[in-house]
Nanobody, 124 residues
Framework: VQLQASGGGLVQTGGSLRLSCAAS????????IGWFRQAPGKEREGISC???????YYVSSVRGRFTVSKDNAKNTVYLQMNSLKSEDTAVYYC???????????????????WGQGTQVTVSS
């Protein structure tokens, strides 16, 4: 199981970015994918999850601005981030686990497989 996150970069406040999480070695069909981020000096936090059936979840700080989606044919999950704020600056990670997003999906320690992070920097 391997994941690779990409698409990070430098963007101005109010701008948009789309992150990708590509999987290899397994099919997304039977897995949930979570997106997490970690700002300097802070603990890693869950921000979004998409279950194997396509059900999506968001934390309140990103709901309405971020959208998670998946393309099973490409074995890739996307995180569309709009109306970015300076507090969104962080390293973003994707993670996967068999099944659906559980009740504690936002707790990073409950996830098994991780990709490397991609840096998102929002400047004012």
């Amino acid at each position: 199981v391997q994941l690779q996150a990409s698409g990070g970069g430098l963007v101005q406040t109010g701008g948009s970015l789309r992150l990708s999480c590509a999987a290899s070695g397994f099919s997304f069909d039977g897995y949930a994918i979570g997106w997490f981020r970690q700002a300097p000096g802070k603990e890693r936090e869950g921000i979004s999850c998409i279950s194997k059936d396509g059900t999506t979840y968001y934390v309140s700080s990103v709901r309405g601005r971020f959208t998670v989606s998946k393309d099973n044919a490409k074995n890739t999950v996307y995180l569309q981030m709009n109306s970015l704020k300076s507090e969104d600056t962080a390293v973003y990670y994707c993670a996967t686990d068999p099944g659906r997003c559980g009740s504690t999906w936002y707790v990073w320690r409950t996830w098994i497989y991780w990709g490397q992070g991609t840096q998102v920097t929002v400047s004012s």
